[in-house]
């Protein structure tokens, strides 16, 4: 539990959208254990994505370092960072993207073919409970089914980080606190560290800490002493 | 199977309509190179082999009456591997129920059998038997014409006296397979036919026992051309030879020459314009049906997939629809050229058909194809694949839009709102909006381009038909005559106006090139075949000097002014000097034209024509007919109106054929770059249209904003289509262009409009289809998916 997975030192971001210039991420610090659930919360355009996108080896930051265990990430180009999310990083994403084209069980596959230490694309649908989905394309399932989907293709090559943004925000409640739990039964399984982006405020209890995001920077910490489990979510 | 490929095949399905389009674009250009290459090897190919087995001669020369004795010292002649001295003859012929009169052009078989050279390939019947006096073959295209059949009979008059002629039999002649009559631009297989006749009877119906009055020369491998004519010359000149002349000046030969050199020419001209657009058009519908993949290869990034192997994703993808492109485009082409070569073989009336494989011309055309694809491909995918994934993966940065018109002009108010997205949709990607214009303006352009052929063939009977010769007939003379025959001829029945006409062979020449052509001489004031110059405006001739064909003057370098030397090719042989006083626009051939009266100062002789113009009064034909056939003096009678007729048939028909199969492949291709330009922008802008749906406007109301463009950047395309169509016919015409005929530049109005027409009938198809598309718009799906 002790072992560091992140840390960030001096992280900011600055880009360009359009024709107007945004700074991102501020200066921003932190350290997260191997294993820990983190629940990122705060306003839009606060910096989570950004730290996510960068944490994830999607996007490069414009200055500072920030390390996954020994390695950095700030120092890595294109083609190492692409080995390193394909070695370490599951990553979940607000509006699904499965492929449209792909069965359940192929957009899992799309992810084990390219990895080492991985499961069978079953194993990891039914650790999300949709065994008997596998043959059906994402226009045939509900939002909540294609995001378990998504989470199984996300955890299926045992990825050390799990990065989730809004994982969901385009679920209603009990679909999303199904698609919590099934997040978070398969990291707990795993071990993996979770980092969670959400607006819903009570998804924060599930964490061992909440960072609270405000103009590109962590405005402040909250250690939970117990984590409740995903099913006494109520929103 | 690997994921990626089952996405890939399922990508494919989804796409299928984008992508058939996609690839009859390239199967469009892949048809035409191996359809034009194709057709003119295998016809080049023909005509090499059926010349190589009937030895077909290599030196031709006419003599007025010579001795046998002279074969042997012709033979002698360095470099001649083979003599066929023969007696060659016009005559009128008297065919039952024909009224006008036809002309048979004699030759003479060797008693022993097969001539030596330029032998008859026969294709039914037998051989004359020796001896033989009314036994002959003729021409398999004349046997056509009037239902010939070995057995049938027909008259001829022979030297002045009239024979009955039985067929034994049809045959085909690598020396006429163009077979044109005395007076005639174009072959006439009703009025002119080429008979054989044992040498025995044909020899004493002219008195021309023991001589001959043709003769053919096969010439050795390395042997000089130019030389054996200057030798044979010398040989015949005393016996009232007129010059020899090889190949090139052999009418049949210089004809097919011309026709292959025309296709050789449009296969050399169309196909790479049309490869060119082809791989513009690809690459730019590809790069853009890539860019719109940008969110779904961000999420391949992001999950760990390495550029190559991503890069590599979309290029099975582009190269899968190259290559059905190329599959079909090959069959299509394949299947093609075998039709156009046996239409063209028919046309020539070849014996048989060398079809020859031309496997470099599959790989030229398919690497070209694929490397236009990959290209277009791989502009997108570098540009995405170089993003950062979190940056890929999001929908592109809001554009940046400007007004479209100054603020202060307020304009904008006065347009609406569909219209003001609609031009500045256009305005923000202006690359784009240029790029898309410009593949509709080439559309247009390549099906002005394969219209453009008939236009000229029709600008070509105008001025040589309607301009020029506005004589209806020309009654041709067996040798040149007195003036005074001119008199005979007006008296003739049904005559209403004559011009008489003289010809002249000569060499031209001016520094180290010549041609050798004919001078016609003609009253100045010509009225019936006149002269026009290059502002298609009637002229007079000068008094003195020559007025020479503009192609001609370009050939020899020279300017009006300008000395050209002239050797005589009859009577008192002489080189002089003349000096260019007139440029002649005329499309057949290449030739001089003086003053009647200048000429026989020239020739040192009374006034003499060969031939005379006439004007007929239709009503009296048949009477004309008659009386003409009673004259033993006349070779032939060249009537304008069948004239034109047969152009129409023969020539008319393989190019407007051609023309006719470019048209189609060239409307396959703007039909397949309309299209995919209509569903690529309907794909790019879904979600812009359902928000606009969800925020109240009517189906009709967003499907205005989407096919205003299609139908704007169409529009704007035509003007520039016209303008590149314009320049790819001036190049046809410049390439299609030769010493037998030209062709002049002139495109019609309708044909811009057809050409227009087309493309806008493929924009106004593929409009129906994205609107169909437009209704069914998943709001819901759209919007709730990624922003």
Same mark, same amino acid.
């Given at each position: 539990?002790?072992?560091?997975?992140?840390?960030?030192?001096?992280? $900011?971001?600055?880009? %360009?959208?359009?024709?107007?210039?945004?700074?991102?991420?501020?200066?921003?610090?932190?350290?997260?254990?191997? *294993?820990?659930? %983190?629940?990122?919360?705060?306003?839009? @355009?606060?910096?989570?994505?950004?730290?996510?996108?960068?944490?994830? *080896?999607?996007?490069?930051?414009?200055?500072?370092?920030?390390?996954?265990?020994?390695?950095?990430?700030?120092?890595?180009?294109?083609?190492?960072?692409? $080995?390193?999310?394909?070695?370490?990083?599951?990553? %979940?994403?607000?509006?699904?993207?499965?492929?449209?084209?792909?069965?359940?069980?192929?957009?899992?596959?799309?992810?084990?073919?390219?990895?080492?230490?991985?499961?069978?694309?079953?194993?990891?649908?039914?650790? %999300?409970?949709?065994?008997?989905?596998?043959?059906?394309?994402?226009?045939?399932?509900?939002?909540?089914?294609?995001?378990?989907?998504?989470?199984?293709?996300?955890?299926?090559?045992?990825?050390?980080?799990?990065?989730?943004?809004?994982?969901?925000?385009?679920?209603?409640?009990?679909? @999303?606190?199904?698609?919590?739990?099934?997040?978070?039964?398969?990291?707990?399984?795993?071990?993996? $560290? $979770?980092?969670?982006?959400?607006?819903?405020?009570?998804?924060?209890?599930?964490?061992?800490?909440?960072?609270?995001?405000?103009?590109?920077?962590?405005?402040?910490?909250?250690?939970?002493?117990?984590?409740?489990?995903?099913?006494?979510?109520?929103? | 199977?690997?994921?990626?490929?089952?996405?890939?095949?399922?990508?494919?399905?989804?796409?299928?309509?984008?992508?058939?389009?996609?690839?009859?674009?390239?199967?469009?250009?892949?048809?035409?190179?191996?359809?034009?290459?194709?057709?003119?090897?295998?016809?080049?190919?023909?005509?090499?082999?059926?010349? &190589?087995?009937?030895?077909?001669?290599?030196?031709?020369?006419?003599?007025?009456?010579?001795?046998?004795?002279?074969?042997?010292?012709?033979?002698?002649?360095?470099?001649?591997?083979?003599?066929? =001295?023969?007696?060659?003859?016009?005559?009128?012929?008297?065919?039952?129920?024909?009224?006008?009169?036809?002309?048979?052009?004699?030759?003479?078989?060797? /008693?022993?059998?097969?001539?030596?050279?330029?032998?008859?390939?026969?294709?039914?019947?037998?051989?004359?038997?020796?001896?033989?006096?009314?036994?002959?073959?003729?021409?398999?295209?004349? =046997?056509?014409?009037?239902?010939?059949?070995?057995?049938?009979?027909?008259?001829?008059?022979?030297?002045?006296?009239?024979? /009955?002629?039985?067929?034994?039999?049809?045959?085909?002649?690598?020396?006429?397979?163009?077979?044109?009559?005395?007076?005639?631009?174009?072959?006439?297989?009703?009025?002119?036919?080429?008979?054989?006749?044992?040498?025995?009877?044909?020899?004493?119906?002219?008195?021309?026992?023991?001589?001959?009055?043709?003769?053919?020369?096969?010439?050795?491998?390395?042997?000089?051309?130019?030389?054996?004519?200057?030798?044979?010359?010398?040989?015949?000149?005393?016996?009232?030879?007129?010059? =020899?002349?090889?190949?090139?000046?052999?009418?049949?030969?210089?004809?097919?020459?011309?026709?292959? !050199?025309?296709?050789?020419?449009?296969?050399?001209?169309?196909?790479?314009?049309?490869?060119?657009?082809?791989?513009?058009?690809?690459?730019?519908?590809?790069?853009?049906?890539?860019?719109?993949?940008? &969110?779904?290869?961000?999420?391949?990034?992001?999950?760990?997939?390495?550029?190559?192997?991503?890069?590599?994703?979309?290029?099975?993808?582009?190269?899968?629809?190259?290559?059905?492109?190329?599959?079909?485009?090959?069959? =299509?082409?394949?299947?093609?050229?075998?039709?156009?070569? /046996?239409?063209?073989?028919?046309?020539?009336?070849?014996?048989?058909?060398?079809?020859?494989?031309?496997?470099?011309?599959?790989?030229?055309?398919?690497?070209?194809?694929?490397?236009?694809?990959?290209?277009?491909?791989?502009?997108?995918?570098?540009?995405?694949?170089?993003?950062?994934?979190?940056?890929?993966?999001?929908?592109?940065?809001?554009?940046?839009?400007?007004?479209?018109?100054?603020?202060?002009?307020?304009?904008?108010?006065?347009?609406?709102?569909?219209?003001?997205?609609?031009?500045?949709?256009?305005?923000?990607?202006?690359?784009?909006?240029?790029? +898309?214009?410009?593949?509709?303006?080439?559309?247009?352009?390549?099906?002005?381009?394969?219209?453009?052929?008939?236009?000229?063939?029709?600008?070509?009977?105008?001025?040589?038909?309607?301009?020029?010769?506005?004589?209806?007939?020309?009654?041709?003379?067996?040798?040149?005559?007195?003036? !005074?025959?001119?008199?005979?001829?007006?008296?003739?029945?049904?005559?209403?106006?004559?011009?008489?006409?003289?010809?002249?062979?000569?060499?031209?020449?001016?520094?180290?090139?010549?041609?050798?052509?004919?001078?016609?001489?003609?009253?100045?004031?010509?009225?019936?075949?006149?002269?026009?110059?290059?502002?298609?405006?009637?002229?007079?001739?000068?008094?003195?000097?020559?007025?020479?064909?503009?192609?001609?003057?370009?050939?020899?370098?020279?300017?009006?002014?300008?000395?050209?030397?002239? !050797?005589?090719?009859?009577?008192?042989?002489?080189?002089?000097?003349?000096?260019?006083?007139?440029?002649?626009?005329?499309?057949?051939?290449?030739?001089?034209?003086?003053?009647?009266?200048?000429?026989?100062?020239?020739?040192?002789?009374?006034?003499?024509?060969?031939?005379?113009?006439?004007?007929?009064?239709?009503?009296?034909?048949?009477?004309?007919? !008659?009386?003409?056939?009673?004259?033993?003096?006349?070779?032939?009678?060249?009537?304008?109106?069948?004239?034109?007729?047969?152009?129409?048939?023969?020539?008319?028909? +393989?190019?407007?054929?051609?023309?006719?199969?470019?048209?189609?492949?060239?409307?396959?291709?703007?039909?397949?770059?309309?299209?995919?330009?209509?569903?690529?922008?309907?794909?790019?802008?879904?979600?812009?249209?359902?928000?606009?749906?969800?925020?109240?406007? +009517?189906?009709?109301?967003?499907?205005?904003?989407?096919?205003?463009?299609?139908?704007?950047?169409?529009?704007?395309?035509?003007?520039?289509?016209?303008?590149?169509?314009?320049?790819?016919?001036?190049?046809?015409?410049?390439?299609?262009?030769?010493?037998?005929?030209?062709?002049?530049?002139?495109?019609?109005?309708?044909?811009?409009?057809?050409?227009?027409?087309?493309?806008?009938?493929?924009?106004?198809?593929?409009?129906?289809?994205?609107?169909?598309?437009?209704?069914?718009?998943?709001?819901?799906?759209?919007?709730?998916?990624?922003?």
């Amino acid at each position: 539990m002790n072992q560091r997975v992140f840390t960030a030192h001096g992280l $900011t971001k600055t880009y %360009v959208s359009g024709e107007v210039e945004v700074r991102a991420l501020r200066g921003l610090e932190l350290e997260i254990s191997a *294993g820990e659930v %983190v629940v990122m919360l705060g306003p839009s @355009g606060s910096g989570k994505s950004t730290l996510l996108n960068i944490m994830g *080896g999607l996007d490069h930051a414009t200055s500072g370092r920030l390390f996954f265990k020994e390695l950095e990430l700030t120092g890595l180009d294109d083609r190492r960072l692409t $080995t390193y999310r394909r070695e370490h990083v599951g990553f %979940v994403f607000q509006f699904y993207n499965l492929v449209p084209s792909l069965t359940a069980y192929e957009n899992v596959a799309l992810v084990t073919e390219i990895s080492n230490d991985r499961m069978r694309p079953e194993e990891a649908l039914s650790l %999300v409970g949709l065994e008997n989905r596998m043959t059906h394309f994402p226009a045939q399932l509900s939002g909540g089914e294609q995001q378990r989907i998504a989470i199984a293709r996300a955890i299926a090559k045992r990825p050390e980080v799990l990065l989730c943004d809004e994982p969901t925000g385009a679920l209603d409640s009990k679909t @999303g606190i199904r698609v919590i739990e099934a997040l978070l039964g398969v990291s707990s399984q795993l071990g993996t $560290t $979770t980092l969670i982006i959400t607006h819903n405020a009570t998804i924060q209890d599930v964490a061992d800490r909440v960072f609270f995001f405000a103009d590109g920077q962590i405005s402040k910490i909250h250690k939970n002493e117990t984590r409740r489990a995903a099913a006494e979510l109520r929103w | 199977m690997r994921v990626l490929d089952l996405k890939l095949l399922r990508d494919l399905r989804r796409l299928w309509a984008q992508a058939l389009a996609i690839a009859l674009v390239i199967a469009g250009g892949v048809a035409t190179l191996v359809l034009a290459v194709g057709s003119f090897r295998s016809l080049d190919e023909t005509r090499v082999a059926y010349y &190589e087995r009937n030895g077909f001669a290599d030196v031709f020369a006419v003599v007025r009456r010579a001795p046998k004795t002279l074969v042997d010292r012709i033979a002698e002649i360095p470099g001649v591997a083979a003599v066929e =001295a023969r007696i060659a003859k016009l005559a009128l012929l008297d065919i039952p129920d024909m009224r006008e009169p036809a002309t048979g052009m004699f030759i003479s078989l060797p /008693e022993s059998g097969e001539p030596a050279l330029n032998r008859l390939y026969l294709r039914s019947g037998r051989m004359p038997e020796p001896g033989g006096v009314r036994e002959v073959i003729v021409s398999e295209s004349f =046997a056509q014409v009037h239902g010939f059949a070995p057995g049938a009979r027909f008259s001829a008059i022979l030297n002045g006296r009239k024979r /009955e002629l039985v067929i034994v039999g049809i045959a085909l002649s690598p020396e006429f397979i163009y077979a044109i009559g005395p007076g005639d631009r174009m072959p006439d297989d009703r009025r002119f036919g080429i008979i054989w006749m044992p040498e025995r009877a044909l020899a004493s119906a002219y008195n021309l026992d023991g001589a001959f009055s043709s003769v053919n020369l096969k010439l050795m491998r390395d042997a000089s051309e130019a030389e054996a004519i200057k030798r044979l010359d010398e040989i015949l000149d005393p016996y009232g030879g007129s010059a =020899a002349y090889g190949r090139k000046d052999q009418t049949s030969h210089a004809f097919l020459e011309h026709g292959l !050199d025309m296709l050789r020419n449009m296969s050399s001209t169309l196909p790479p314009i049309f490869l060119l657009v082809t791989a513009f058009l690809v690459n730019l519908t590809l790069s853009r049906l890539v860019a719109l993949e940008r &969110e779904q290869i961000g999420l391949f990034k992001a999950l760990g997939y390495r550029n190559a192997t991503i890069t590599w994703h979309y290029l099975k993808f582009v190269l899968v629809i190259t290559a059905l492109g190329i599959a079909i485009g090959s069959a =299509a082409g394949t299947w093609l050229g075998v039709y156009v070569t /046996e239409l063209f073989g028919d046309y020539y009336r070849f014996p048989f058909l060398v079809f020859v494989d031309s496997p470099d011309v599959y790989v030229l055309a398919a690497l070209l194809s694929a490397a236009a694809a990959i290209v277009g491909a791989f502009r997108s995918l570098r540009e995405i694949v170089a993003l950062p994934p979190a940056v890929a993966m999001q929908p592109p940065a809001p554009p940046r839009f400007r007004h479209f018109l100054p603020e202060w002009l307020a304009l904008d108010r006065l347009l609406s709102q569909p219209t003001m997205m609609m031009l500045r949709n256009i305005s923000r990607h202006p690359l784009r909006a240029t790029l +898309t214009t410009l593949g509709i303006a080439l559309a247009t352009a390549i099906l002005i381009v394969s219209v453009f052929t008939g236009d000229a063939v029709e600008q070509l009977v105008d001025v040589t038909y309607f301009m020029a010769d506005r004589q209806d007939a020309n009654i041709g003379f067996v040798e040149k005559r007195p003036q !005074d025959i001119v008199l005979q001829v007006a008296r003739l029945p049904g005559v209403l106006a004559t011009e008489p006409n003289r010809e002249v062979p000569v060499r031209i020449r001016r520094g180290n090139i010549e041609r050798r052509i004919m001078i016609s001489g003609r009253p100045r004031d010509a009225d019936l075949s006149r002269i026009i110059d290059t502002d298609l405006r009637p002229v007079t001739l000068p008094e003195s000097g020559l007025a020479i064909s503009n192609w001609l003057a370009q050939i020899l370098g020279v300017r009006v002014g300008d000395t050209v030397e002239l !050797d005589l090719l009859e009577g008192q042989r002489r080189t002089l000097s003349l000096p260019i006083t007139a440029l002649v626009e005329d499309y057949f051939g290449i030739g001089g034209m003086m003053d009647a009266q200048a000429l026989s100062r020239l020739m040192r002789e009374a006034p003499v024509i060969n031939s005379v113009n006439v004007t007929i009064d239709a009503s009296k034909l048949d009477d004309l007919y !008659d009386a003409i056939k009673r004259i033993p003096t006349v070779a032939g009678v060249g009537l304008q109106r069948v004239s034109l007729t047969n152009f129409r048939a023969t020539l008319a028909v +393989t190019i407007t054929t051609m023309a006719s199969v470019y048209t189609g492949l060239a409307a396959i291709i703007a039909f397949g770059v309309v299209y995919n330009s209509a569903r690529i922008s309907l794909s790019e802008r879904a979600r812009e249209l359902a928000s606009l749906r969800v925020l109240g406007f +009517t189906r009709g109301e967003t499907m205005r904003i989407l096919l205003l463009e299609l139908a704007l950047i169409t529009l704007i395309a035509q003007p520039p289509g016209w303008a590149i169509g314009y320049g790819l016919a001036w190049i046809m015409k410049t390439r299609l262009s030769g010493e037998l005929m030209r062709v002049p530049m002139v495109l019609e109005n309708l044909t811009y409009v057809l050409a227009s027409a087309i493309v806008l009938a493929a924009a106004l198809f593929s409009a129906a289809v994205v609107a169909r598309r437009v209704t069914r718009l998943d709001l819901v799906a759209v919007l709730k998916t990624r922003e």
